[in-house]
């Protein structure tokens, strides 16, 4: 059975039988000429509706002209009498789908291209029970046999009372109501049937039921006892069922003993929570109140009890009268082992019969810890290089001590001269901190050079580990290489034939300007096109824009072969680094300019104050429109009048425009409008591909009468819709401007179509207000256009729908980490690049750089809601990096990030000396000199060398 026939049976109870009559082996209903349920068709055949296990009853439904069952309903069709054997019975209903109706005997079959089910088989009595709602708008009965004439008079019968119990508790809450079960055997309805429970003779409760068709046989109804006409004891009961013009049918009668427990006092408890417990203390208290909340019973010996794990005590409150409240305090001694440290642990109070229940925190305090200051320095890390103004020599250091350090000053020194200074701030106990002390170039010299870093701090435990000795290397100036980063988007979409363009973005991560970079574009391994750039200052960005060249058409219309689209990848590169874009191909279609006049419509009267026709226009083109060019003219005396208006029209679809015919260019008799649409280029030469279909002639019939007639004017406020609202209202004010009353269709359109209409009468100069009510949903924020029509006068009214709100939502997402490590630079540079995927603007993003649990460098960076390749570059101490596989981890931190889950990437830098790479090659006893002759142990990138005899340049 199908949701569909749910309808079928809730609406079939106020219907009238309409349209039936009988005929020698033929009873015939047809809903649409009825406004109520059928109970006869004819003298032969009667039909009962019960409700049965459905949660309503069989109804008719007026708007549908259709009887209405819901799921569980149940429709008996039977004989008159004994005499009368049913055939066939055929259900016509409101829509096409499974019947959901199961007959108790015989068959059924459905036919969904006309919407009926038919049931056959020989039967006097047939029930058919719904399985879901449905609407039934006609029911033929084919019989044999007629019904003998007579009177046909209900007959009632109380056929069973279920749950009829002898005791009755009246404080329990699963007490069963009573079921009634009830029949009419008679030939005719029991009308305005009621149900009537009586405790000792007297009226206790009545429950409606309505009409019981004739041959009903398997009605019920509930009926339960109303407890504040009761008292507790034993009552006489039986129910009584009473229609109009019928004797009274009684159940039996039972003797029902009702009982009702004495009221008991209730209670509430509070209590005071949180309790803190000192370190070491023995004992401590919770303290509770509790209170009757019974507004007639006193209470003795109210026993409330502490509980945490199992029963820790309980307290008893010898008398409290109700309305009353008593304070109880429980202590709670230290076990032999001591209560716990540094805990929260949860207690509880409850009331007797744990009626209510109040929870207690104690927290346990931690344990007093000695303040232990103590620093020690246990680094000394860096290179000075002469080729720069200064240098950092990174000093770590290590908190040994219990208390966190805000702050301590760190001083580096070479013998008895003072490198510099810096603050070691905010190390944590147990942890290390680092600064960088800064050491000027000024007055040192290539070598070796001993040093010793001292932090000091007040009250340092140990003094004498909070100075360190070390040798750091004093390296003569060189010139650094160029790093660069490179981005672009991440996908590009061009027409096949089009210029196809691209933008790269170059940054000079580095310090040193880069002169003649070659920025190139590959497919696989196949260079495609390249730029150079002839100057990158430092950090500054520049855009290489790419034309692709057309040379690849043929070859790019090969690869598409016969799709319409395909995609594929490419790569920009500069230097040692670079990033992937999908380019996407689609193949050029060719527009087509094609529009229509398809009709001219409206009625022209010379009584009217206003006139409009309507001219409709087709687009049959390819091509949205926005300012095709509208025209009408027409003959007025001996002059041509007309005027042109634009319209909007999308491919493939249909608009219109309204224009106005002035009551004086009017006479009766035909009257011819011409109608011409075009679209135009820039020079205003047509470019419509059909021509012929561009102008259109309608003659319209002039009319006019000497009755005096009503005229209206009609006025519209556009409407905004809030984002999510399920219905709308259009509010339009229609005005008599005549002499005369009268009456006037109001019309609300869209387009042509009618979504609603109205008559209304107004008086002459005056007004009526008309709204309609529109339950549909248009995409948020997009706009409707509809007219209000009365008679000849037009109102446009736009609807506007509230765009969705924006939710701010901050989500970034680190999606690269570029650039290139080397350890023979003195610092090395990434960028790391960050997509904005949230709806508000990030200003104050903390991008870091680690490797493991070493913190390489930070940075702060500003992305714009949607954005993509925000970056940020980020200098790294080489002395923080190790030769070989090495895994750097950037994560972006924002205030509210909504997910976490993007926020880091982890890249995989593979870190090697010239040194040890020429070592690979050639073993550890290779023999190295300068172009000099003398034996260097260090390389340097893009210089020449003698490598076992050998002259090769270090890449």
Not at 182 to 193: H, L, R
């Amino acid at each position: 059975m199908i949701k569909s026939l749910r309808y079928l049976l809730l609406t079939a109870l106020t219907l009238v039988c309409g349209s039936m009559f009988a005929q020698d082996g033929t009873a015939t209903w047809n809903g649409a000429e009825s406004s109520a349920l059928p109970t006869e068709m004819g003298d032969d055949i009667t039909l009962a509706w019960l409700e049965a296990s459905g949660d309503q009853a069989p109804s008719f439904n007026s708007t549908k002209k259709a009887a209405s069952m819901k799921k569980g309903n149940k429709l008996t069709i039977a004989g008159a009498d004994a005499n009368v054997t049913i055939s066939e019975i055929v259900f016509t209903f409101d829509n096409s789908s499974d019947p959901g109706l199961s007959a108790n005997e015989g068959s059924t079959t459905s036919n969904y291209a006309d919407n009926t089910t038919t049931w056959t088989g020989e039967a006097n009595s047939i029930t058919f029970t719904a399985g879901s709602s449905r609407l039934i708008k006609a029911i033929k009965v084919t019989y044999t046999g007629k019904a003998a004439v007579g009177e046909k008079v209900p007959v009632l019968a109380i056929a069973k009372v279920d749950n009829f119990n002898t005791t009755y508790d009246m404080d329990a809450t699963d007490n069963k109501t009573l079921v009634v079960y009830y029949e009419n055997t008679g030939k005719a309805a029991a009308e305005n049937a009621e149900l009537t429970l009586y405790v000792d003779g007297n009226e206790n409760k009545v429950v409606e039921i309505g009409t019981i068709a004739a041959g009903a046989t398997d009605g019920w109804k509930n009926i339960s006892y109303d407890l504040t006409k009761i008292e507790a004891g034993e009552h006489v009961v039986f129910v009584a069922l009473t229609a109009d013009g019928v004797e009274a049918v009684k159940s039996e009668q039972k003797i029902v003993t009702f009982t009702k427990k004495a009221p008991e006092a209730t209670f509430v408890v509070t209590a005071v929570s949180p309790v803190n417990v000192a370190y070491g203390a023995t004992s401590f208290n919770i303290t509770a109140t509790v209170k009757n909340t019974s507004e007639t019973v006193d209470a003795t010996d109210v026993v409330l009890t502490l509980w945490q794990n199992g029963t820790v005590g309980t307290q008893t409150v010898s008398a409290l009268a109700h309305g009353a409240e008593a304070e109880v305090v429980f202590t709670v001694n230290a076990p032999e082992t001591g209560f716990p440290v540094d805990r929260t642990v949860t207690y509880y109070v409850q009331a007797p019969k744990n009626q209510s229940q109040a929870e207690v925190e104690v927290i346990f305090a931690e344990q007093p810890v000695e303040e232990v200051k103590d620093l020690a320095v246990i680094g000394i890390d860096g290179t000075i290089d002469l080729g720069a103004v200064s240098s950092a020599v990174r000093i770590s250091v290590e908190n040994k001590g219990n208390v966190d350090i805000e702050s301590a000053t760190v001083t580096l020194k070479a013998g008895d001269k003072t490198l510099g200074e810096s603050n070691v701030t905010n190390v944590a106990a147990g942890k290390t901190g680092f600064c960088n002390v800064t050491v000027p170039s000024e007055g040192l010299t290539p070598g070796e050079l001993t040093v010793t870093a001292t932090v000091a701090l007040d009250g340092d435990a140990t003094p004498a580990d909070n100075t360190m000795e070390a040798t750091l290397t004093v390296k003569e100036a060189e010139v650094p290489e160029p790093v660069f980063a490179i981005a672009t988007e991440k996908s590009y979409e061009f027409t096949l034939g089009e210029p196809m363009s691209i933008t790269v973005t170059v940054i000079n991560t580095s310090e040193v300007e880069a002169k003649d970079v070659d920025v190139k574009l590959f497919y696989s391994t196949m260079e495609v096109t390249k730029q150079t750039v002839a100057e990158l200052p430092p950090y500054e960005p520049v855009d290489v824009v790419f034309t692709l060249p057309q040379a690849y058409t043929a070859l790019l219309e090969t690869y598409m072969g016969d799709a319409d689209t395909k995609s594929f990848d490419m790569q920009a590169v500069v230097g040692n680094t670079s990033c992937f874009f999908t380019v996407t191909l689609k193949k050029a279609v060719t527009p087509v300019y094609d529009l229509a006049v398809t009709s001219i419509q409206g009625e022209l009267s010379v009584d009217n104050e206003t006139n409009f026709i309507t001219v409709f226009v087709e687009n049959k083109g390819n091509v949205d429109i926005d300012d095709a060019v509208l025209s009408i003219a027409y003959a007025s005396g001996e002059d041509i009048t007309g005027y042109a208006e634009t319209v909007a029209v999308k491919a493939g679809s249909t608009a219109f425009k309204s224009f106005e015919i002035p009551a004086e260019d009017l006479k009766t008799g035909e009257f011819t409008v011409f109608a011409t649409v075009g679209v135009y280029d820039e020079e205003g030469e047509s470019i419509d591909a059909d021509e012929s279909n561009n102008t259109l002639e309608h003659t319209f019939i002039v009319t006019g009468t000497p009755v005096a007639q009503p005229t209206f004017a009609v006025t519209a406020e556009n409407v905004s819709v809030e984002y999510g609202a399920k219905s709308f209202n259009i509010v339009a004010v229609v005005k008599n401007t005549s002499e005369v009353d009268g009456d006037v269709e109001v019309k609300l359109l869209q387009g042509t179509e009618v979504v609603d209409a109205t008559t209304v009468t107004v008086a002459a100069g005056e007004e009526a207000t008309i709204t309609f009510t529109l339950d549909e949903m248009l995409e948020a924020g997009k706009t409707a256009t509809y007219y209000v029509q009365a008679g000849n006068a037009q109102a446009e009214v736009t609807v506007t729908f509230e765009q969705e709100p924006v939710i701010p939502v901050v989500d970034l997402a680190v999606t690269a980490i570029t650039g290139s490590l080397d350890l023979t630079l003195e610092s090395n540079n990434l960028t790391v690049f960050v997509d904005n995927l949230g709806t508000v603007d990030v200003n104050d993003a903390i991008v870091t750089l680690t490797a493991g649990e070493k913190v390489l460098g930070t940075a702060t960076l500003s992305a714009k809601a949607g954005t993509e390749n925000n970056h940020c570059t980020i200098a790294i101490n080489t002395a923080d990096l190790q030769e070989g596989n090495m895994d750097i981890t950037a994560t972006v931190e924002a205030e509210g990030d909504a997910d976490l889950t993007n926020n880091t990437l982890t890249h995989s830098f593979n870190i090697t000396t010239a040194i040890s790479a020429i070592k690979a090659q050639f073993g550890d006893n290779v023999q190295i000199f300068n172009l000099s002759g003398k034996k260097v142990t260090t390389l340097r990138p893009g210089h020449i060398y003698i490598i076992n005899g050998k002259k090769m340049m270090v890449k």
